[in-house]
């Protein structure tokens, strides 16, 4: 109790004392936390920032704090420690003197230059309870003159958080360390240590309590060395290797420790084999050039593998605790379900932009994928697709794929089924409709017509008539037609397939010749004609000239009497010629027989 009198009679006297010039104090944020800055302000007198737990000093050109300021805080006595904040001041080695002796358990310095040469003698004054270190980006002067530590032994003991970043910090003493017993926390990031400097630092007895050590973006490069070096520290359960070169595997390691964090990122890895300790909590291989993982770490409940190369999800089975998957910007074009699912434990997953493949396979599993995790960080904005190409930069749950891109065989099944039952289709029709024929016509009638051909006349015409007939009717015309016709006082001259076809010519261009050489064209029409082939071609044919010539040169006999439904709905023209009646019936009676030959005989003479 009559040390707090003391204190707060000490605090009244200093209430009538102005700081210094340009600076002024004033309570921030909290009672508990007081600034001095050398901004023109309101005049505050220190009796405000008594009762302050925390002093913030904020300089703005490198300015050296005043002399009864350090005063100020070397004279505090509370019973609870107090936190010293400096910030783009100068630090002497009198100032580490003054505040020295005060109450202060933590001291943070940022931003600053130090001028001192590391003369520090406060800690014959009093006992030290400074047990937070916080040094970053502060500039030594001359820091070859600077003095060892050996007369900081107490201090040193009773420091347990060290940070010291951007001071380019190149080696700690083995001496030094050997006295930090007390030490957890060692931040060294972004400095100048080397391997060798880690092999000094870390010797026999060196950080004997260590839990914490952060190495990032020092000079560091054998991943061996490094492995032989800290597997010494037997407490350390966090460590930081981040932003080293170690490209270059290491031969053998073995860690002993059981690691909470273990951070190798932005390490240049290529591979991964067994160099990582077998028990660690979280395991960080962000940024570096892994392709596969094919290592087992069955403790790791966090696992951070973002900015690698990697194609697929690593093997569940592996890392069968994994609470946490972070694995965006890798190489993965989709994410199997079966091995999503074999994460059972999986709470947490961050898989955004990967290249992924927008594959029917792939959408069609989203939805199970997405419910398979109770917390997915980055669905869906980043969750883009690479292919197909007209897909490209749109977002996985936003497409929509075709039944023929996502059942393409199926599909082509069905086409094909489908084009060869209209194959089918089409060639029955193709058969009942005659279609063949109807195109072996059209490219004779082509072919003819290519052809030039002149008027046949009495003059020039080779044959009176061309006789077309079927092959069951030449016995009606070798008995009755050509004796009645060629065996008389005045003979025709008729041209029959049998006798006048010459040997060894195509039978259409005979056909097509003897029709054209012939001044009419008479047909045998009976059910047998109808019916045969070579007879549809040869009334074709004379068909196309009677229209061509348009004189009346075909003559038809129907030896028996035909129904109109019995005749081929393709010979049009026959069906024209027959209901004109421009045709000679054969008659059954003998005495009309004479009149059906004199019929016939004027109508071959007729032009």
Same mark, same amino acid.
């Given at each position: 109790m009559w040390v707090s009198v003391c204190a707060t009679?000490?605090?009244?006297?200093?209430?009538?004392?102005?700081?210094?010039?340009?600076?002024?104090?004033?309570?921030?944020?909290?009672?508990? &936390?007081?600034?001095?800055?050398?901004?023109? %302000?309101?005049?505050?007198?220190?009796?405000?920032?008594?009762?302050?737990?925390?002093?913030?000093?904020?300089?703005? &050109?490198?300015?050296?704090?005043?002399?009864?300021?350090?005063?100020? @805080?070397?004279?505090?006595?509370?019973?609870?420690p107090k936190r010293i904040i400096l910030k783009k001041v100068s630090v002497s080695d009198s100032f580490v003197n003054n505040i020295g002796g005060g109450f202060f358990g933590s001291l943070e310095i940022e931003d600053s230059k130090y001028t001192g040469i590391g003369y520090w003698t406060f800690e014959n004054k009093h006992d030290s309870i400074l047990t937070s270190v916080w040094l970053v980006n502060v500039t030594i002067v001359e820091f070859y003159k600077f003095y060892s530590l050996h007369y900081l032994d107490h201090t040193l003991k009773a420091l347990r958080n060290v940070t010291v970043i951007q001071c380019s910090l190149f080696l700690i003493p083995c001496e030094g360390s050997q006295k930090m017993t007390n030490l957890e926390y060692l931040d060294l990031s972004e400095n100048k240590l080397q391997d060798i400097a880690m092999i000094t630092s870390v010797c026999a007895g060196g950080y004997p309590k260590l839990r914490v050590l952060k190495l990032r973006k020092n000079y560091l490069k054998s991943?061996?060395? @490094?492995?032989?070096?800290?597997?010494?520290?037997?407490?350390?359960?966090?460590?930081?290797?981040?932003q080293h070169d170690f490209s270059t595997p290491p031969l053998s390691c073995s860690w002993q420790q059981s690691f909470q964090i273990f951070n190798l990122s932005d390490t240049r890895l290529n591979h991964i084999q067994n160099y990582l300790p077998a028990t660690v909590d979280i395991l960080d291989l962000s940024k570096n050039r892994l392709v596969v993982l094919d290592i087992t770490l069955p403790t790791v409940k966090k696992l951070y593998l973002s900015n690698n190369g990697l194609q697929e999800l690593p093997p569940a089975q592996n890392f069968?605790?994994?609470?946490?998957?972070?694995?965006?910007?890798?190489?993965?074009?989709?994410?199997?379900?079966?091995? @999503?699912?074999?994460?059972?434990?999986?709470k947490y997953l961050k898989a955004g932009r990967n290249m992924y493949s927008c594959s029917c396979e792939f959408m069609s599993e989203i939805p199970d994928l997405m419910s398979a995790v109770a917390f997915v960080k980055d669905w869906p904005d980043d969750y883009v697709c690479e292919t197909p190409s007209h897909h490209k930069g749109s977002k996985v749950k936003d497409?929509?794929?075709?039944?023929?891109?996502?059942?393409?065989?199926?599909?082509?099944?069905?086409?094909?089924?489908?084009?060869?039952?209209?194959?089918?289709?089409?060639?029955? #029709?193709?058969?009942?409709?005659?279609?063949?024929? &109807?195109?072996? $016509?059209?490219?004779?009638?082509?072919?003819?017509?290519?052809?030039?051909?002149?008027?046949?006349?009495?003059?020039?015409?080779?044959?009176?008539?061309?006789?077309?007939?079927?092959?069951?009717?030449?016995?009606?015309?070798d008995n009755f037609l050509v004796p009645q016709?060629?065996?008389?006082?005045?003979?025709?001259? @008729?041209?029959?397939?049998? *006798?006048?076809?010459?040997?060894? %010519?195509?039978?259409?261009?005979?056909?097509?010749?003897?029709?054209?050489?012939?001044?009419?064209?008479?047909?045998?029409?009976?059910?047998?004609?109808?019916?045969?082939?070579?007879?549809? &071609?040869?009334?074709?044919?004379?068909?196309?000239?009677?229209f061509d010539e348009n004189?009346?040169?075909? #003559?038809?006999?129907?030896?028996? =009497?035909? =129904? *109109?439904?019995?005749?081929?709905?393709?010979?049009?023209?026959?069906?024209?010629? $027959?209901?004109?009646?421009?045709?000679?019936?054969? =008659?059954?009676?003998?005495?009309?027989?004479?009149?059906?030959?004199e019929k016939l005989r004027t109508a071959l003479t007729s032009q």
């Open positions: 009679l000490s605090s009244l006297l200093l209430c009538l004392i102005t700081v210094a010039d340009g600076w002024s104090c004033s309570y921030e944020e909290t009672q508990t &936390y007081c600034r001095c800055t050398t901004e023109d %302000k309101d005049f505050n007198t220190m009796s405000v920032c008594a009762n302050a737990s925390t002093f913030e000093i904020l300089g703005k &050109y490198l300015e050296e704090v005043p002399l009864k300021l350090q005063t100020f @805080l070397s004279e505090l006595r509370t019973s609870d991943y061996q060395t @490094l492995c032989n070096t800290l597997s010494k520290l037997s407490k350390l359960t966090h460590l930081d290797l981040s069968p605790n994994v609470e946490v998957l972070c694995i965006e910007t890798n190489k993965l074009t989709d994410i199997k379900k079966e091995r @999503l699912l074999g994460f059972r434990n999986l497409v929509q794929l075709s039944l023929l891109e996502c059942h393409r065989s199926l599909v082509l099944v069905l086409i094909s089924g489908g084009t060869l039952i209209v194959l089918c289709i089409l060639g029955f #029709i193709w058969y009942k409709t005659h279609a063949t024929w &109807y195109l072996r $016509m059209a490219w004779q009638w082509l072919q003819a017509k290519r052809r030039t051909v002149k008027a046949t006349t009495d003059l020039n015409a080779k044959f009176d008539a061309f006789i077309s007939y079927s092959e069951s009717d030449s016995e009606w015309v016709l060629e065996n008389t006082n005045e003979p025709f001259k @008729l041209c029959l397939h049998k *006798r006048d076809f010459l040997p060894g %010519k195509w039978i259409m261009d005979n056909i097509i010749e003897s029709i054209e050489e012939s001044r009419k064209t008479l047909f045998v029409i009976s059910k047998h004609f109808v019916s045969s082939e070579w007879c549809k &071609y040869e009334l074709e044919f004379s068909q196309h000239r009677f004189n009346d040169f075909v #003559i038809l006999v129907l030896l028996e =009497p035909i =129904p *109109r439904e019995c005749i081929p709905r393709r010979f049009c023209k026959l069906h024209k010629l $027959m209901s004109k009646n421009t045709y000679l019936e054969w =008659p059954e009676e003998d005495d009309q027989q004479g009149i059906f030959w």
